[in-house]
């Protein structure tokens, strides 16, 4: 979502708060569900405690079906209904365009995952930012942008004394020198993991040019699920032929967006050298590990 002429989460004139939904399941039922780890849309399921790579969160068994992706507008809200925030987990919460602190406007659950993100990349990708830059969360808006919904947020900078640890500005970097170039996508790419492993719809520079100076992240397509593999997203596989050439070095993967079978070989292999389970598309928890084993790339 590109940068808009207001800050965005910084509070505008008070509006009505929007009506409240009472037909069936609502969104706001879902994810309050989804953060007491009870349900999700299609059923229960149960938590799988076999082995894993070490750190990785415990996910559904692999032999129970996936859940299904969730058919669910984006629901606008004011944002006196969401929860104000000046912090993403340890680091402070800066307008990338003032450079200034702000506050940001989320719902609760999806506040929770921003911070389990960052507690993530702090511990795979090593890097401690005290302050996370970015064009901001909640705005008000129509029901085709779940930032309207307080489940959205676009991320440029982690930084940290003064200074950049990891841009996600490609805008300001794609033309810099080849060794400087490729410093700079592989830590993109793993910082793209991290937010892959906690956020279903993850846009970077390759979705569109809108995206060049930041990376956005919502939770749209499985609520409070934890992201797999949809191999129809172009996003997803053109995010994970990325990693592949940009962490992983296998530059025949091409960033076509389609799972093609270079690109399941290429990522089959990578999991088998860092003990993950099955294949990319098989499991959510091949999914992840995928993510993890990214982030720890050096």
């Known amino acids: 979502m590109a940068p808009e002429t207001t800050e965005r989460g910084q509070v505008s004139p008070p509006e009505p708060a929007d009506a409240q939904n009472g037909a069936g399941l609502t969104r706001r039922r879902l994810l309050t569900l989804g953060a007491l780890g009870v349900v999700a849309a299609g059923g229960a399921y149960a938590v799988s405690r076999g082995p894993g ?21 984006p629901q606008p809200v004011d944002f006196r209904a969401l929860e104000a925030r000046r912090r993403v987990g340890t680091a402070a919460y800066a307008y990338e365009v003032t450079g200034r602190p702000a506050t940001y406007y989320v719902t609760e659950p999806f506040g929770a995952r921003l911070d389990r993100w960052l507690a993530l990349h702090r511990k795979h990708v090593g890097q401690a930012p005290d302050e996370i830059r970015s064009y901001g969360a909640w705005v008000r808006g129509s029901s085709t942008s779940w930032h309207s919904s307080g489940e959205a947020i676009d991320i440029a900078r982690l930084r940290s004394g003064g200074r950049d640890l990891t841009s996600l500005r490609y805008d300001q970097w794609r033309d810099a020198p080849a060794t400087e170039l490729r410093r700079r996508l592989s830590l993109y790419w793993r910082t793209a993991a991290g937010l892959h492993h906690e956020f279903a719809d993850v846009l970077t520079y390759l979705f569109d040019g809108a995206h060049s100076n ?85």
């Open 214 to 298: 930041h990376i956005h992240v919502d939770i749209g397509r499985f609520g409070p699920e934890q992201p797999r593999l949809i191999r129809r997203s172009n996003a997803q596989v053109q995010a994970v032929q990325a990693m592949c050439r940009h962490v992983w070095g296998r530059t025949d993967v091409e960033t076509t967006g389609d799972f093609d079978d270079v690109t399941r070989d290429a990522t089959t292999r990578i999991l088998e050298q860092v003990g993950g389970p099955g294949e990319l598309a098989d499991s959510r928890e091949a999914w992840q590990a995928f993510m993890v084993a990214t982030m720890r790339r050096a």
């Open 53 to 73: 790579l070490p750190g990785l969160p415990q996910l559904p068994g692999l032999g129970e079906p996936r859940p299904p992706e969730l058919r669910i507008d």
